[in-house]
């Protein structure tokens, strides 16, 4: 099997070594090279390659952007294997369906590794833009499942089940589960979207509940509703947030 490679890169140097890359391993061969986002857009849509090798940062449009825009117009996306100088996207990388993340400068080694993932399973043409929309939240509008954080140098799947709480701070969403805290470069907004309104709800501006981890609530003096969650936590809910939970009561 030989799969067709777009490069999608705007530093020169960086594009030889894909190019040297791509060369030195059995299977792959790159189909064409791009320095910018919109060109990228371009010949994914025209070449529909097997796999794309993504710059994050690219003029005119980001390398997660072109992503964006292909999953948004509901067209089928290949195997993205994004690349940068910068770890702090890796979480919105994976989000977006990415097949891996190779941190700049990466090794023969680590490249082939990439590949070798694509090779032993690429997902068929008609199942890749099904792939994407379950990773942003489910085909058809399916509620996101999982959230890919990063914890001690590690990045692992976070079953949104598990989660108890969400906080916004500052540009990142706290998540709260499994007895720990995670950060996330997500807005609490975005990341509301995708989840499930039958189980999460916002209390209040900046914090989200999951229904299923709420173990009682109890007006306050203000017949807003204190939420106690099953972790020990507390959460206020706002009036508007408190109206909702009471008038949803059996």
Same mark, same amino acid.
Request: with cysteine; aromatic share 4%; hydrophobic share 50%.
């Given at each position: 099997?030989?799969?067709?490679?777009?490069?999608?890169?705007?530093?020169?140097?960086?594009?030889?070594?894909?190019?040297?890359?791509?060369?030195?391993?059995?299977? &792959?061969? +790159?189909?064409?090279? @791009?320095?910018?986002?919109?060109? #990228?857009?371009? /010949?994914? $849509?025209?070449?529909?390659?097997?796999?794309?090798?993504?710059?994050?940062?690219?003029?005119?449009?980001?390398?997660?952007?072109?992503?964006?825009?292909?999953?948004?117009?509901?067209?089928?996306?290949?195997?993205?294997?994004f690349t940068t100088a910068y770890d702090q996207h890796a979480v919105a990388a994976f989000e977006l369906h990415a097949l891996d993340y190779l941190l700049k400068p990466f090794t023969l080694a680590r490249f082939q590794a990439a590949v070798q993932r694509a090779l032993s399973s690429p997902p068929p043409p008609a199942q890749r833009s099904e792939a994407a &929309?379950? +990773?942003?939240?489910? @085909?058809?509008?399916?509620?996101? #499942?999982?959230? /890919?954080? $990063?914890?001690?140098?590690?990045?692992?799947?976070?079953?949104?089940?598990?989660?108890?709480?969400?906080?916004?701070?500052?540009?990142?969403?706290?998540?709260?589960?499994?007895?720990?805290?995670?950060?996330?470069?997500?807005?609490?907004?975005?990341?509301?979207?995708?989840?499930?309104?039958?189980?999460?709800?916002?209390?209040?501006?900046?914090?989200?509940?999951?229904?299923?981890?709420?173990?009682?609530?109890?007006?306050?003096?203000?017949?807003?509703?204190?939420?106690?969650?099953?972790?020990?936590?507390?959460?206020?809910?706002?009036?508007?947030?408190?109206?909702?939970?009471?008038?949803?009561?059996?």
């Amino acid at each position: 099997m030989t799969l067709r490679a777009l490069i999608c890169e705007d530093e020169p140097l960086a594009r030889e070594t894909l190019r040297d890359f791509i060369a030195a391993t059995p299977g &792959l061969v +790159a189909v064409a090279e @791009v320095a910018n986002g919109r060109e #990228a857009l371009r /010949l994914m $849509r025209a070449l529909a390659p097997d796999l794309v090798f993504m710059d994050i940062q690219m003029p005119e449009l980001t390398g997660l952007e072109v992503v964006r825009q292909l999953h948004e117009a509901g067209e089928a996306l290949p195997p993205v294997i994004f690349t940068t100088a910068y770890d702090q996207h890796a979480v919105a990388a994976f989000e977006l369906h990415a097949l891996d993340y190779l941190l700049k400068p990466f090794t023969l080694a680590r490249f082939q590794a990439a590949v070798q993932r694509a090779l032993s399973s690429p997902p068929p043409p008609a199942q890749r833009s099904e792939a994407a &929309l379950s +990773a942003l939240g489910g @085909v058809g509008g399916e509620p996101l #499942a999982r959230i /890919l954080v $990063r914890d001690r140098g590690r990045i692992f799947p976070l079953a949104v089940a598990d989660i108890v709480h969400l906080r916004a701070d500052l540009k990142y969403t706290q998540i709260s589960a499994r007895g720990e805290v995670f950060l996330v470069r997500m807005a609490l907004s975005e990341l509301e979207a995708r989840l499930d309104p039958a189980r999460f709800i916002r209390v209040h501006r900046s914090a989200i509940v999951n229904l299923d981890h709420v173990a009682s609530m109890k007006p306050d003096e203000q017949s807003q509703l204190q939420i106690l969650m099953r972790d020990g936590s507390e959460l206020l809910a706002n009036r508007e947030a408190s109206k909702r939970l009471r008038d949803a009561a059996i």
